[in-house]
């Protein structure tokens, strides 16, 4: 069965897997891009690349429009793409907390609510999120990031329960540390703090994160929606 799948920011990092993922299981894989080219990777893989602002209704709308008019309704979306804008409370302006939360919480928001329409249409649908581990446990320096990233917990319980009778599924996907270019930019100290504190000892590699999205988006997953599902070495258990 071959679905049309739309992942956000799938040209780097975490998306990239996850579209790759999706691509090597057989789907129509769409990603949208920002900035930059896609990987040729994509391109061989028959990925369509489309260049989306979430931060922009209007692009967001042209670009499901190229979807559905190549792909179709898009049937399995993936909101990934995400920012970090970190500093102290007492640094952060107040562009450093709204931009954070435009991208990771209303972007998100954006892309769900265009791939809703076609989604009722079909009476099904499913939704992976991208959370963090910081979402749920808190990170100085982070307010900003750990607040929107919070919030699309509550986002994706209430459409959970609002198009559940629809056969569309929400979930979230937090993860701990992957090696991306996002925690690229952390110093050796600070990999070091964190590793100490993930009981698996090391990073999660994108291709991990991915997995725990395809099977969100599987028939075996067809009775989970509202799920928060933690890929983070046990850095937040219990929460
Ligand atoms: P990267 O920084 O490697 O990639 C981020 C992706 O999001 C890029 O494709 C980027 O596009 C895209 N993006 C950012 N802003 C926008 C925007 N306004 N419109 C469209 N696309 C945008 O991040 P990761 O792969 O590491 O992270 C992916 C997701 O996973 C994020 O939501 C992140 O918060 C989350 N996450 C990451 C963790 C980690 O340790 N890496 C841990 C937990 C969660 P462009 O290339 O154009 O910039």
Do not use: W
């Not at 896609?38 to 979430?54: N, S, T, W």
């Amino acid at each position: 069965m071959s679905r049309s799948v739309l992942v956000t920011g799938g040209n780097r990092g975490i998306g990239l897997a996850i579209a790759r993922a999706f691509a090597q299981a057989g789907d129509k894989v769409a990603i949208t891009y920002r900035s930059g080219e896609p990987p040729q990777e994509l391109a061989d893989l028959g990925v369509l690349a489309v260049r989306c602002d979430i931060t922009d209704s209007e692009q967001v709308e042209q670009a499901y429009k190229e979807i559905e008019a190549k792909h179709g309704n898009v049937e399995v979306l993936v909101a990934n793409a995400g920012i970090t804008k970190d500093t102290l409370l007492m640094r952060m302006s107040e562009e450093d907390f709204t931009s954070v939360v435009d991208t990771n919480l209303t972007g998100t928001f954006r892309v769900v609510k265009r791939a809703n329409r076609g989604m009722l249409r079909a009476k099904k649908g499913r939704v992976v999120l991208i959370s963090s581990v910081v979402g749920l446990l808190g990170a100085a320096g982070q307010a900003n990031y750990a607040a929107s990233k919070a919030a699309l917990v509550g986002f994706a319980r209430s459409l959970a329960r609002e198009l559940g009778s629809r056969n569309i599924t929400f979930n979230v996907v937090a993860p701990g540390f992957v090696d991306t270019d996002m925690t690229k930019v952390l110093s050796d100290e600070q990999r070091a703090d964190i590793l100490a504190q993930v009981p698996l000892a090391r990073y999660a590699q994108p291709e991990e994160i991915a997995a725990a999205v395809s099977f969100l988006a599987s028939d075996d997953a067809a009775y989970i929606t509202g799920a928060v599902i933690p890929v983070d070495g046990g850095l937040g258990m219990g929460h």
